[in-house]
T-cell receptor, first 113, second 114 residues
Framework: KAGVTQTPRYLIKTRGQQVTLSCSPI?????VSWYQQTPGQGLQFLFE???????NKGNFPGRFSGRQFSNSRSEMNVSTLELGDSALYLC????????????FGSGTQLSVL | QQQVKQSPQSLIVQKGGIPIINCAYE??????FPWYQQFPGKGPALLIA?????SEKKEGRFTISFNKSAKQFSLHIMDSQPGDSATYFC?????????????FGRGTQLTVWP
């Protein structure tokens, strides 16, 4: 069974640009969460999607958005990139909204220059 | 505000030693406490988890000790091996429909010398 797949693996953007990251959950998993990982702030929750609906949202500005498609695949978008958005963006999937076990992908490393 | 506080930031032990990583929380609504292991270039992987109705859980060489009254929990790694060298994160969640929202500690970088 394939794990959580995130694309692209690495991304370099400049300030002011926007970026879209993609996540394919484990087959059969319906819940997808996104986290930002930085050396300074650690792992921080961005948002969670289930059945194409955002169920939970973390403390991030509106420049961070996401969506989930009917096949459970998810994308997150960051507009008007800032230097501080440089981070590893991790996607995690779980079977259902109330399933404890989260499976993380290897992440997308975003560098903003 | 860090909802889960983790210590130490880094830990070095010799092979066979028993590293202990500690975490503390304030929110009494938390009812699920997992530990994740992360290797360089990989995402975190669930190692072991506990709920507050038990004081200890053991899986292989990994043990969680939980102290509900002190709002603290810790990870013990028995007979540590060089392959255990990784970053360990404790986390907590409110459970139920918010299980996907984990509050993570800042992480402990463990190095096990052969």
């Amino acid at each position: 069974k394939a794990g959580v797949t995130q694309t692209p693996r690495y991304l370099i953007k400049t300030r002011g640009q926007q970026v879209t990251l993609s996540c394919s959950p484990i087959s059969g998993h319906r819940s997808v969460s996104w986290y930002q990982q930085t050396p300074g702030q650690g792992l921080q929750f961005l948002f969670e999607y289930f059945s194409e609906t955002q169920r939970n949202k973390g403390n991030f500005p509106g420049r961070f958005s996401g969506r989930q498609f009917s096949n459970s695949r998810s994308e997150m978008n960051v507009s008007t990139l800032e230097l501080g958005d440089s981070a590893l963006y991790l996607c995690a999937s779980s079977l259902d909204l109330d399933t404890e076990k989260l499976f993380f992908g290897s992440g997308t490393q975003l560098s903003v220059l | 505000q860090q909802q889960v506080k983790q210590s130490p930031q880094s830990l070095i032990v010799q092979k066979g030693g028993i590293p202990i990583i500690n975490c503390a929380y304030e929110n009494t609504a938390f009812d699920y406490f997992p530990w994740y292991q992360q290797f360089p270039g990989k995402g975190p992987a669930l190692l072991i988890a506990i709920r507050p109705d038990v004081s200890e859980k053991k899986e292989g060489r990994f043990t969680i000790s939980f102290n509900k009254s002190a709002k603290q929990f810790s990870l013990h790694i028995m007979d540590s091996q060089p392959g255990d060298s990784a970053t360990y994160f404790c986390a907590a969640s409110n459970g139920g429909s918010t299980l996907g929202r984990l509050y993570f500690g800042r992480g402990t970088q463990l190095t096990v010398w052969p």
